[in-house]
């Protein structure tokens, strides 16, 4: 597991696997090298002590080696690979496995205990609120999503039924998005559905705040697909699902942002059978908007996951369990 230090020295590293290059371990260093433009040799693009990494995203089509998984596991560097459109399709990590204390603990709680799953949305519609306070427009549909929010919020504590806790945060993220997101015709959110850019960028903002809390998680040996509020799923990492909902709120400003400021638009996607797909030119210019966004926020996301896990183990207070605001 690890400590402060190493979240504060070490970084996520995005690797553009795109175009024709490869990986070499090389020294205790990561080489990241391309052909020169005869095709005869390779040329380096940097060089990444394997010291300074905290995880490996590579985007793309690119050869995994023996000596990289290696390094990857002496070092706990978690590595992700993703398809050009940012779909994953290989994650490896040297996690803590062997700890099936918190596994069992978390086999044996009651799945209609919901008080871990009410701290878990009662942040989510508190960073909901702030997100909506930060944009300081006080237009009649802002006032009325903040309105809606801030009367939902106290109900959550009160919550008996799991019906009635998915009733309540449905309810705060419709007004929230509709108000949120305005300014670009605003419909409504249908995940993975792809169908407008607003939702297809949000998907592909998700994604990689989906990966990026999971190697947190991975670090202290947690069964992801065993959640408190998303039930278990087929392939879903229902754990992974519960502790991005308060971080949401991070990859939806940037969105925001990024669309008001013309760094993402319309014409960055491609329709392919009603659906809106990101072009393969665009994609490293979306990759660093998000990566840029979230990792500011590695040792909040950190003390969250190691303030969760501690307080889950010791079987503490709902009041005693991890809170994140914006």
């Keep these: 597991m690890f400590t402060h230090k190493d979240i504060q020295f070490r970084t996520i590293f995005v690797i553009n696997g795109i175009q024709e290059r490869h990986l070499r371990v090389s020294n205790g260093e990561l080489l990241l090298e391309e052909k020169t433009e005869d095709g005869e040799k390779t040329k380096t693009l940097t060089k990444i002590p394997f010291q300074k990494i905290l995880a490996l995203f590579i985007v793309g089509h690119i050869t995994v080696t023996t000596p990289l998984i290696e390094k990857c596991k002496k070092y706990g560097v978690a590595l992700t690979v993703m398809k050009p459109n940012l779909r994953p399709v290989f994650y490896w990590s040297d996690s803590a496995e062997a700890n099936y204390l918190l596994r069992e603990r978390q086999h044996q709680m009651d799945k209609e205990d919901l008080t871990i799953a009410k701290v878990i949305i009662g942040n989510k519609i508190q960073n909901q609120i702030l997100a909506l306070e930060q944009t300081r427009k006080k237009d009649e549909q802002t006032l009325s999503a903040l309105q809606k929010c801030q009367t939902l919020l106290p109900l959550v504590s009160s919550c008996t039924q ?4 998915m009733g309540i945060e449905g309810a705060a993220s419709k007004a929230y998005f509709a108000a949120f997101f305005q300014m670009q015709n605003w419909k409504t959110r249908r995940p993975r559905v792809k169908c407008d850019a607003i939702n297809a960028t949000l998907d592909i ?12 998680l991975r670090m202290y040996g947690f069964d992801l697909y065993v959640g408190v509020f998303h039930r278990l799923w087929f392939k879903r990492k229902s754990l992974v699902c519960d502790l991005m909902e308060p971080f949401r709120c991070i990859i939806e400003k940037s969105v925001r942002t990024a669309f008001n400021r013309k760094q993402f638009c319309e014409k960055d996607f491609e329709i392919k059978k009603g659906e809106f797909w990101l072009k393969r030119e665009k ?14 926020y590695k040792n909040d996301v950190f003390r969250y996951v190691q ?15 991890p809170s994140f605001l914006i």
């Design 162 to 165: 799991y019906s009635e806790l």
């Design 205 to 216: 903002g998700y994604t990689i705040l989906f990966h990026y809390i999971e190697c947190f």
């Design 283 to 296: 994609n490293l210019i979306y990759q660093k908007v998000f990566f840029d966004a979230l990792i500011p």
């Design 307 to 321: 303030t969760y896990y501690r307080c889950f183990m010791q079987r503490k207070s709902a009041t005693q369990y």
